[in-house]
């Protein structure tokens, strides 16, 4: 059983990354997947290398599909690559992330074997200038879960029965809204875990705007989604808060 794959990418002036990206996916021994981009209209030459490599696909005889128009964030492109995927595991690679080697291969095998779950997950680095920085490797347990996302969403695909049963991304999230998405299973999500690593994430360097952005959305998740109380959701608020300020002074004194 060959279980086709459909692999999503957001872009939004991404043509510092973008190539590395789509080699790693094209280069896949594993072949039996779509690759969609969607594009928010990108002003540099992120069409330009998404045409690029149109032909290649087309001999490897993949689907390759891209639309480039105006969206709301990457939780409206995401959504919008919903609509146009038709294979029934889904995964989410971003604009600066790379699979690695045989990476489609080793989900194909655990889908194989594992079709009545909803989300299948592996081993993540997380890399900045050549250098591994962190690594994921957490096993999913719904008691953590619910008060951290320990999971890299890019080493992941997710069940398209899934989104049958619990929706779409909430777009009114611009950061979490990944993590929103499978706190609504709450304790019944069914997971497998990849023991292998099968993507790269860049370390971009998250402003601290951002940072304070998606801990406030991560407690509005927790609240509204995994049902939490206030009190746990902004006790864990601000411990990120302060892990996250604590972690950035000793990188930059030590």
Request: proline fraction near 1%; charged fraction near 25%; aromatic fraction near 16%.
């Amino acid at each position: 059983m060959n279980p086709l794959l459909s692999i999503i990418t957001a872009t939004f002036n991404s043509d510092k990354t973008l190539d590395e990206t789509i080699k790693s996916v094209l280069n896949q021994d594993y072949t039996n997947f779509e690759y969609i981009i969607i594009d928010g209209k990108s002003e540099d030459n992120t069409i330009s290398i998404i045409k690029k490599y149109e032909t290649q696909f087309k001999e490897k005889n993949i689907t390759y599909t891209w639309v480039s128009e105006p969206d709301t964030g990457i939780y409206s492109a995401w959504n919008k690559g919903l609509k146009l995927a038709t294979g029934g595991w889904i995964a989410f690679l971003g604009s600066d992330d790379i699979y690695l080697e045989n990476a489609l291969e080793k989900y194909a095998f655990n889908i194989a074997q594992n079709n009545n779950v909803d989300f299948i997950y592996s081993k993540v680095k997380l890399v900045n200038k050549g250098k591994v920085k962190h690594v994921f490797s957490d096993l999913w347990k719904w008691n953590e879960f619910k008060r951290e996302m320990k999971i890299a969403h890019v080493g992941s695909f997710h069940n398209k029965n899934y989104f049958d049963t619990y929706g779409v991304y909430n777009e009114d999230y611009k950061i979490t809204g990944d993590y929103e998405l499978l706190l609504r299973a709450k304790s019944n999500l069914k997971t497998i875990f990849i023991n292998q690593f099968t993507a790269e994430m860049k370390d971009g360097g998250i402003s601290n705007k951002n940072v304070l952005m998606a801990f406030k959305e991560a407690k509005k998740a927790k609240i509204d989604t995994a049902e939490i109380s206030k009190q746990i959701a902004f006790m864990d608020f601000y411990l990120s808060l302060i892990k996250y300020y604590l972690s950035t002074f000793v990188k930059r004194f030590f």
